[in-house]
């Protein structure tokens, strides 16, 4: 059981340049989230989706794009990346908003130069 | 705004000491209370929750809730240094997603 599998592990772009971070999880939960891990910031929120079809913005939406392509699959889109954005980035999965703890993945370390 | 609270350390204690780590949060309607572990470079890693006020035990860690207080703590009996790591401390409401805190970092010194 993999879990919660994010790619790629690491990633360095140009300022404007856009690239798609994937997430999927095989643990059948309805619930996948995204954030940002910043130093001295802890875990912001970026975008979440409580289930199949609907997504939500969390706490740092501005700059990204998100889409749940299936039950599977919640993929981050950064259409033209900057400076700012250079951060760790999270998936994670869960039973369902305030219902069940979250599972996360192993991570995507962006860099903006 | 909904906030969690953590006192950001470090947190220093000896090997086979209790680690005490503290968290508030803001939103009075809270109802689903959680401590992560995180490794430098690593994900974080569930180790307990919480859903009621009291104390809920699983091994070495024990983690409290007060409520009326605003309150959760998790403590760490027999402190070990590959204890050493972030404890990050995240709340939510029914139907929203988690809050995190910033973390406390603990140092367990052998």
């Known amino acids: 059981n993999a879990g919660v599998t994010q790619t790629p592990k690491f990633q360095v772009l140009k300022t404007g340049q856009s690239m798609t971070l994937q997430c999927a999880q095989d643990m059948n939960h309805n619930s996948m989230y995204w954030y940002r891990q910043d130093p001295g910031m802890g875990l912001r929120l970026i975008y979440y989706?409580?289930?199949?079809?609907?997504?939500d913005k969390g706490e740092v939406p501005n700059g990204y794009n998100v889409s749940r392509l299936n039950k599977r699959e919640f993929s981050l889109r950064l259409e033209s990346a900057a400076p700012s954005q250079t951060s760790v980035y999270f998936c994670?999965?869960?039973?369902?908003?305030?219902?069940?703890?979250?599972?996360f993945g192993n991570g995507t370390r962006l860099t903006v130069t | 705004q909904k906030e969690v609270e953590q006192n950001s350390g470090p947190l220093s204690v000896p090997e086979g000491a209790i680690a005490s780590l503290n968290c508030t949060y803001s939103d009075r309607g809270s109802q689903s209370f959680f401590w992560y572990r995180q490794y430098s470079g690593k994900s974080p890693e569930l180790i307990m929750f919480?859903?009621?006020?009291g104390d809920k035990e699983d091994g070495r860690f024990t983690a409290q809730l007060n409520k009326a207080s605003q309150y959760v703590s998790l403590l760490i009996r027999d402190s070990q240094p590959s204890d050493s790591a972030t404890y990050l401390c995240a709340v939510n409401q029914a139907g929203t997603a988690l809050i995190f805190g910033k973390g406390t970092t603990l140092s367990v010194s052998s």
């Open positions: 989706s409580a289930s199949e079809g609907t997504t």
């Open positions: 994670a999965a869960g039973g369902g908003p305030g219902s069940s703890p979250l599972h």
């Open positions: 919480i859903y009621s006020n």
